[in-house]
């Protein structure tokens, strides 16, 4: 496997399920994002890790819980979720340097899209 | 708080015709600034990257400029193919911090029809 992946690409959940995204890097990178995707909305930023260190969470609901266990996996674990969380869930890598010209560019996994009902 | 905006929404257009997306933001303390493809219900795949520093960058039939002071970018498409449709979204990075935090537009959904 190379690059960003995201597993699995398609889930389907009631209100009342517990499951979890799951997302791996092959990159050799030190932070993680979480990003989620709705309908007609811009691309929100949920979670950051770097190096292993949660340092952003963009006012995100407590329904939602990420998990970094190393550098190279991140986790979403999800619980109670409502309709409104169906979205595109993202997940991205970078370095925590800048690259010499490419700064600190992310490199997107292809999503997961949830459906809540 | 940084806010990105993308003028059209949409925007159809027939093969062959040179066109231009527009990314404004409110900001100008920014790292850099993205654009990026985006296929339907699959990820993004990164296009150009211009740093704050540079005024455009070129990758085949793409060109980006950013003009930093005026929070504004455009992404040129020469010779518009079919293959490029898709939504094409900008991001700004802030800076301040050891890695990426992206704002987002809300894309472009170009249709380029044969």
């Known amino acids: 496997e190379t690059g960003v992946t995201q597993t699995p690409r398609h889930l389907v959940m009631g209100m009342t399920n517990k499951k979890s995204l799951k997302c791996e890097q092959h990159l050799g990178h030190n932070a993680m994002y979480w990003y989620k995707q709705s309908a007609k909305k811009p691309l929100e930023l949920m979670f950051v890790?770097?190096?292993?260190?949660?340092?952003e969470n963009n006012s995100v609901p407590s329904r939602f819980s990420p998990e970094c266990p190393n550098s190279s996996h991140l986790f979403l674990h999800l619980h109670t979720l409502q309709p409104e969380d169906s979205a595109l869930y993202l997940c991205?890598?970078?370095?925590?340097?800048?690259?010499?010209?490419?700064?600190?560019?992310?490199?997107f996994g292809p999503g997961t899209r949830l459906t809540v009902t | 708080k940084q806010e990105v905006t993308q003028i059209p929404a949409a925007l159809s257009v027939p093969e062959g015709e040179n066109l231009v997306l527009n990314c404004s933001f409110t900001d100008s303390a920014i790292y850099n600034l993205q654009w990026f493809r985006q296929d339907p219900g699959k990820g993004l795949t990164s296009l150009l990257l211009?740093?704050?520093?540079?005024r455009e960058q070129t990758s085949g039939r793409l060109n980006a400029s950013l003009d930093k002071s005026s929070g504004r970018s455009t992404l040129y498409i020469a010779a518009s193919q079919p293959g490029d449709s898709a939504t094409y979204l900008c991001a700004v990075t802030a800076g301040g911090t050891s890695y990426g935090k992206l704002t987002f537009g809300q894309g472009t959904i170009l249709t380029v029809h044969p």
């Open positions: 211009i740093q704050s520093s540079q």
């Open positions: 991205a890598s970078s370095q925590t340097f800048p690259t010499r010209g490419r700064g600190y560019e992310q490199y």
């Open positions: 890790y770097n190096f292993k260190e949660q340092t």
